[in-house]
């Protein structure tokens, strides 16, 4: 049974993996409109979508999705019949220092989300509905030399920000078992491509070789995550939406594992080239330095449920995919330019805020 969604509320649209999936499903579904609610937060960018600006099927709402008045009036007047939850804070390190706003926003935002999801979608406003909620494969915990994270693994969240998704994770589990609500839920591993917010590894690693800043390497290097092409998970998660069952839980992985210290070593040599320097040159800036707390070892998934049941498999070779990324970061070095800058804010208050400071 396919599910066509006619009005999708995207929320966190306006971070890397949202931005990239509103282009994606802008670019394939030109009967839908998309809502999309961001508050804005240091990693929110509304230049990753300035190429939409005037799609009368796109339209842009700043506002924190624990705001349940707000939220319940989108769904409202919009007729939402689609909610993509990737509204969250990402970032691991930053849990470690400041854990509260992570559970804040993940935890009780998902919370106030799925409540007034419940209610508009028992008020029979639309025919069919559906809840999507962008989980991670951290909510795993960390394997050792062997095996896969499964969608049977036990939820073993070790860092604030992975236990923070593992809430929102079985909240969201526990509204379909509970409310029979049409929830649907994707654990995808590590994402690489345009938009991504230099304080993670892989746009860390080309904007401080371009800066010949030293490149932070976390304990030995010797910790794995598996990588997959932004623009593949956008297709998968349009996939899920549209094709499987509700209440449904899917892994999503490119079977593409990488220690950290041969991604630091590859982004290296390929920027030795493309910046014209000496073969080995950036890998003299490579630095260890003190590990992460709570290192995650090892992360790997096994996706095959996602390709017997609905057909995906990613399109992208990582060769392919880690060259394309590098060169569209050297092609907008004027986006990674505010994004480090902070400038970007300032692209926000002029377009929304009519230029107030
Ligand atoms: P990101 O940090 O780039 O973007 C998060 C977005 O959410 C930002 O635009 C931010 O402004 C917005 N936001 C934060 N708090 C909000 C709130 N209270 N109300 C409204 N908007 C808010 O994150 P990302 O890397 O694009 O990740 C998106 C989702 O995918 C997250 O849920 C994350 O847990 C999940 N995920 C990420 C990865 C990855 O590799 N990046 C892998 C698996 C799952
Ligand atoms: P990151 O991009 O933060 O993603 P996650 O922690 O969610 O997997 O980090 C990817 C890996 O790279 C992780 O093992 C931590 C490591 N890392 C470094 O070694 N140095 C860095 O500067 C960063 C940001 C990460």
Redesign the pocket.
């Known amino acids: 049974m396919t599910f066509i969604p006619t009005s999708v509320l995207v929320t966190g649209g306006a971070g890397f993996i949202g931005s990239n999936f509103i282009h994606s499903f802008i670019a394939n579904n030109s009967d839908c409109t998309v809502t999309n609610l961001d508050c804005l937060t240091y990693a929110g960018n509304l230049k990753n979508l300035t190429a939409l600006e005037g799609n009368p099927h796109y339209r842009f709402v700043k506002g924190d999705i624990g705001d349940a008045a707000l939220v319940a009036g989108i769904l409202a007047d919009q007729r939402i019949d689609a909610v993509v939850h990737f509204a969250a804070e990402s970032?691991?390190?930053r849990s470690i220092t400041g854990p509260e706003i992570f559970v804040r926003t993940n935890v009780l935002g998902t919370q106030v989300l799925l409540e007034e999801s419940r209610k508009h979608w028992q008020s029979g406003a639309v025919a069919a509905f559906r809840f999507l909620q962008i989980s991670t494969d951290?909510v795993y915990g960390s394997l050792g030399d062997t095996g896969y994270f499964t969608e049977e693994t036990p939820l073993a969240a070790n860092s604030p920000y992975s236990a923070s998704k593992a809430g929102a994770d079985l909240l969201v589990r526990a509204y379909h078992e509970t409310f029979g609500m049409p929830t649907l839920n994707t654990r995808c591993s590590?994402n690489y491509g345009p938009y991504h917010f230099p304080?993670?590894?892989i746009p860390?690693l080309i904007h401080n070789i371009i800066n010949r800043k030293p490149l932070?390497?976390?304990g030995d290097?010797l910790?794995i995550?598996d990588w997959l092409h932004v623009r593949d998970h956008a297709v998968a998660i349009e996939t899920v939406l549209k094709t499987a069952a509700p209440g449904a839980v899917y892994n999503i992985g490119g079977n593409n594992e990488w220690k950290?210290i041969d991604i630091v070593n590859l982004v290296c040599d390929l920027l030795d080239s493309r910046l014209r320097r000496a073969d080995g040159e950036n890998r003299g800036l490579i630095t260890f330095v003190k590990d992460?707390l709570g290192?995650d070892r090892r992360y790997a998934i096994d996706a095959s449920r996602l390709k017997a049941d609905l057909g995906w498999g990613p399109s992208y070779t990582f060769e392919q995919g880690i060259a394309e990324t590098i060169d569209w970061y050297l092609a907008n070095q004027e986006w990674v330019a505010g994004v480090t800058s902070g400038a970007y804010r300032e692209y926000y208050k002029n377009q929304y805020d009519g230029g107030a400071a």
Do not use: A, F, S
């Open positions: 970032h691991v390190d951290e590590n304080e993670k590894l860390l932070p390497v976390y290097g910790n995550r950290n992460r290192h």
